[in-house]
């Protein structure tokens, strides 16, 4: 490796070096790729690694670069997350579904990506279709976390979260459904962002519960990821669910320090379920806000909450029984076409191509929505999820932000829930309530449960990512965590 290159600086270290000419973004390219290529066969963090069209951008960049161009994160190696579609390269949404499927346009987030000048390295491993919270529902084999090769990463957008955190690259997408970007951003020690539901655009995403869905960037510090939510936030026409909300400076508030947050605590949630260690660093975190100035309610009360697990796992499974309707092995994906009749052969490519959890979901989606018990269950898990977000919003008129720590347990060992879809559901009673009611929410790391990392999650004001990533820019000031790094893998 060439003298002053680290592939484990922040995205903001490397433009400084590329405008000193210390490297190029040709030059650290190769660096990465070696990396990530050495490492995937511990961390199976990728599903593809696109070298060939990665080298193309990074020389384009260096030109750029040369040229006078002075662009944040031109030139910085990204991963994306297999879910969103990209021109002429594989998109399998991590399933046998989609194994041969290769895109005839971007998603818009990812020619967002490519119009700033960053470049794609490759696309990130991922629970089939995004359903899973351990990244063990994939075709491609599970991904492993780089603090420890036998625990899981987190789901469903692990690949994402442990290429940033192994130092594979500084920056990366993946999706949240139900809290897949902040769920994985804790077990792996990184930071990881869910955007204000239209905050940012999902065409071209591969769906799985479209009211939920929401595409969101994953760094190491606060810096690197309001310069990356920088360049994929904004309204796209292409999307009806997209936002015209101006897009602001998500630097704007980095100098606002900690005096006068007001930060609300839902204690029902704490009260079992949740780890001791994840709790008293939880409370170490509480603790440095409030020494610094921030203002701590314990008295917020956000009744209906705990019912936000149940109404999740009836809304998203009917949403994702709607939209994988369309992959019979007929019009589109796998298809077996050795049955007598076309039922023969939806129900045979349908059976071979989706995997355990895809099959519990659309089930469970699919009864919900039935006749005669549409109303029972469907219905009903939408009034609650009004409910829900009524609460949300009263509460964050007492105060700026809520507080929780963003799983129950660190990284758990591989199969070691996977038959046990409910206990598996439970790793997302943090971080899902933030999707019902459309909210921005984030997890920074916080501390350590011996040699595994422990994520605070903070949720915000609706649109207001900016309050959101000033808390943390100062919470980083002013502590190490974020800075961690697993021994290299």
Not at 60 to 81: F, H, M
Not at 186 to 199: D, F, N, Q, S
Not at 273 to 292: K, M, P
Not at 333 to 338: A, E, I, Q, R, W
Request: hydrophobic letters at 40%; proline letters at 5%.
């Amino acid at each position: 490796m060439m003298a002053g290159l680290d592939i484990g600086s922040s995205a903001a270290q490397h433009a400084t070096n590329f405008r000193s000419n210390t490297y190029t973004p040709t030059d650290l390219f190769k660096a990465v790729s070696a990396k990530i290529t050495i490492q995937n066969k511990n961390l199976n963090a990728f599903i593809s690694i696109t070298d060939e069209e990665a080298l193309k951008a990074a020389e384009v960049a260096t030109q750029r670069i040369k040229s006078g161009e002075n662009g944040s994160l031109l030139g910085i190696p990204i991963a994306v997350k297999d879910l969103l579609s990209t021109a002429g390269q594989r998109t399998t949404a991590g399933s046998k579904m989609l194994e041969n499927f290769i895109p005839v346009q971007d998603s818009t987030v990812v020619q967002k990506l490519k119009d700033s000048g960053l470049v794609i390295v490759g696309k990130t491993n991922l629970d089939e279709f995004a359903m899973g919270s351990s990244n063990e529902y994939s075709a491609y084999g599970p991904v492993h976390n780089p603090w420890d090769l036998s625990k899981v990463p987190g789901g469903s957008s692990g690949g994402s979260a442990a290429t940033v955190a192994a130092r594979g690259v500084p920056l990366s997408i993946g999706t949240d459904t139900g809290g897949s970007i902040r769920q994985p951003a804790a077990l792996c020690g990184v930071m990881g962002l869910k955007p204000t539901y239209g905050r940012v655009s999902r065409f071209g995403v591969v769906a799985f519960a479209s009211s939920l869905d929401q595409v969101g960037p994953f760094s190491r510090d606060a810096n690197d990821m309001a310069d990356l939510l920088q360049v994929i936030a904004g309204h796209d026409e292409k999307d009806s669910t997209s936002s015209l909300e101006p897009v602001p400076d998500f630097k704007s508030t980095f100098n606002r320090g900690f005096d006068g947050i007001k930060i609300g605590i839902p204690s029902e949630l704490l009260q079992e379920g949740v780890e001791d260690d994840v709790l008293e660093s939880f409370e170490h975190a509480i603790d440095e806000f409030e020494s610094r100035g921030a203002i701590i309610n314990r008295d917020i009360s956000i009744p209906s909450i705990k019912a936000a697990l149940p109404v999740y796992y009836l809304i998203a499974p009917s949403e994702a029984s709607a939209n994988l309707a369309r992959y019979d092995g007929v019009k589109y994906g796998f298809s077996v076409l050795d049955g007598k009749n076309a039922e023969e052969v939806m129900s045979a490519s349908r059976g071979m191509a989706f995997g355990p959890e895809v099959k519990r979901r659309i089930m469970i989606g699919t009864y919900a929505l039935s006749a005669g018990y549409y109303d029972a269950y469907y219905l009903k898990a939408q009034k609650v999820r009004t409910v829900i977000q009524e609460e949300f919003h009263t509460a964050l008129n007492e105060v700026d932000t809520i507080f929780t720590p963003t799983t129950p347990t660190t990284a758990f060992e591989l199969d070691s829930k996977i038959n046990n879809p409910i206990e598996m559901y439970l790793n997302d009673l943090f971080t899902l309530p933030a999707n019902i009611v459309g909210l921005p929410a984030l997890s920074t790391p916080c501390g350590f449960s011996g040699d595994l990392p422990i994520g605070l999650q903070m949720i915000g004001k609706a649109f207001r990512e900016t309050d959101l990533l000033g808390y943390t820019h100062a919470y980083q000031s002013v502590t190490d965590w974020h800075k961690s790094e697993p021994t290299d893998r």
